[in-house]
């Protein structure tokens, strides 16, 4: 019968991967083994604790449906979506900065001719004309470019988050050969990540608080371009230093300025896309 001291244990797992055909799966499970590992030995880690650990994923998945995704929250909260976002799309040059995608992005939102307002059912929020243009990265405009924007609504839940709600609040407008776009919606507020589940609980243990600065949402994608996934921020906003989600960047706060009319704003922004 094989005995196992700690170090030996890790190898032991790791060796039987060796018949493993996908080299890339295996350098990923041998790394996570790996640091699993570690992580215990670190923590000198109880059976009590690790039960906890399994009940706390087990009601992580069980909180996803359809429109719920608790391991996106997760995964969010934790930073490893922006740890992600930074080894992959370091953008050293005049291309706009990722962040993350977050879990309320939908398929299929509706394509709207430009100008259109995404906006029609919100209560209460101030009016807000957001325009600029997309280019490349020597400043050509990108035609035929896909906007896909959402957000969540003046009172701080998106569509999905409500029974019934239909798509609202989201939409696809697409370039012409300026590159321009422009759209019109309700300035975003700061909003709490969901709360209600495994990590809204693990935020409240933790001492931390659930805010998202006010943002807009984009993925903006062009055949020969990488697909771009961002937000727009709301400068001045008090939770830009503390972001539940770490997905602030400088680079992307935008001054949202007094608009046409008394108490409606304007949000201008011009997106450069990386070459493919
Ligand atoms: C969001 O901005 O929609 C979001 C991002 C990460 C976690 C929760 C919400
Ligand atoms: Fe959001």
Same mark, same amino acid.
């Given at each position: 019968m094989a005995r196992f001291s700690e170090d030996a244990l890790t190898e032991a797992v790791i060796a039987? %991967? +060796? #018949?493993? +055909?996908n080299p890339r799966l295996k350098q990923i499970m041998a790394a996570t083994v790996r640091h699993l590992h570690a992580l215990a030995r670190e923590v000198k880690l109880t059976e009590a604790e690790w039960f906890q650990a399994i009940q706390f994923l087990t009601a992580t998945g069980q909180k996803c449906d359809d429109k719920r995704q608790e391991f996106i929250l997760l995964s969010d909260t934790l930073g490893l979506s922006m740890m992600v976002d930074a080894i992959n799309h370091a953008r050293p040059g005049s291309e706009t900065e990722s962040t993350v995608l977050g879990p309320f992005f939908v398929e299929g939102a509706p394509d709207l001719? %430009?100008? &259109?307002?995404? &906006?029609?059912?919100? #209560?209460g929020g101030a009016p807000t004309l957001v325009s600029g243009k997309v280019s490349d990265g020597s400043g050509r405009p990108v035609a035929g470019a896909l906007l896909d924007v959402w957000q969540a609504g003046p009172d701080g839940f998106y569509d999905v988050q409500k029974p019934d709600a239909g798509m609202d609040l989201r939409a696809r407008f697409r370039t012409g050969t300026d590159g321009k776009y422009h759209f019109r919606t309700v300035k975003p507020v700061s909003y709490p990540v969901p709360t209600d589940g495994p990590v809204g609980q693990m935020l409240l243990k933790l001492g931390r608080h659930p805010y998202r600065p006010a943002h807009l949402h984009f993925i903006v994608s062009a055949p020969g371009h990488e697909p771009l996934t961002t937000h727009l921020f709301v400068k001045g906003d008090g939770y830009l230093d503390s972001d539940a989600v770490f997905g602030v960047k400088d680079s992307l706060i935008v001054d949202f300025k007094p608009g046409a009319k008394p108490g409606e704003f304007t949000c201008e922004y011009d997106f450069v896309l990386k070459a493919a």
């Open positions: 039987r %991967m +060796d #018949k493993c +055909d001719e %430009m100008g &259109a307002n995404i &906006a029609p059912h919100a #209560k």
